[in-house]
């Protein structure tokens, strides 16, 4: 008796704002790409005809009132119901041809994440602050996190459900990517990456990445996730630098002391004690802090099992 197998439901996301230009032609080459999937745009506070325009090109538009792109993702994990997710941005950067092999590999491999790296041929697809940024970033991560992807800030990625449904997300703007990776990582997800051409805007499309001020809150997530998921090496630094600082200053009055018997310079024994005290407490607070994120990730790896693995 021959069991019929089902299709994976398959949702291409596209987060946008003021993509008027842009915005037709991705919804219809994710559409030739990908025939039986939906397609969905999320509009983020357009002032062009963004929604019009892509709902005209077959796509399903809907709306999210807050402003930044994790908000937009926030919101369109919550909302959409598919086996398998495909997330792009709306300015016809990402090649939708690339698609279906990302697909193939998420389902042959049970993957739970596929990063589309990007290739950039054109100057003009990937600004020179970008590259350089992109790199440090992803050695940043790579070395406080153990491992890391090739390319953390691609918003080209095809997720399972599992990873979707159990992703909390906490961003607002385009830090998202890196709280993506690090979700990957910490629950040690099985992940992979294709090479996927990145294209330059179309005349008309600009970007909305600020090179200083967006890599600054990267920055200040790449930090905040640290201290969040790994307390103890957080706490443990801090304290281990005041307590090297304690000890140096300490040097001089031990000397002092060891000669004449005296303490002449009170404030600085003060100061070594206070520093001391307050290392051994973050030494414990490390400590502590450890144990409830080892708690917090053991739930959230039980809500990633409880959901089937894509196939």
Known sequence: ???SVRSPRIAVLLPCYNEEAAIAATVAGFRKALPGATVYVYDNNSRDRTCNVAAQAGAIVRSERQQGKGHVVRRMFADIDADVYVMADGDLTYDPTAAPAMIDLLLAEQYDMVVGTRQHE???AYRGGHVLG????TGLLSGLFGRTFSDIFSGYRVFS???VKSFPVLSSGFEIETEISVHALELRMPVGE???IYAARPEGSQSKLSTYSDGWRILRTIVTLYRVERPALFYGLIG???L???VLLSIPLVVTYAHTGLVPRVPTAILVTGMTIVAVLCFFA??????????RREIRRLAYLSLEAPQ
Do not use: H, W, Y
């Open 286 to 295: 490390g400590l502590i802090l450890d144990t409830v994120t080892r708690g």
């Open 161 to 163: 459900r599992r990873f």
């Open 244 to 246: 090297l600082a304690a």
């Open 194 to 196: 294709v090479q996927t």
């Open 1 to 3: 008796m021959s069991t």
């Open 134 to 137: 992109n790199k440090v970033f």
């Open 240 to 242: 281990l630098v005041l």
């Open 122 to 124: 054109e100057k003009e």
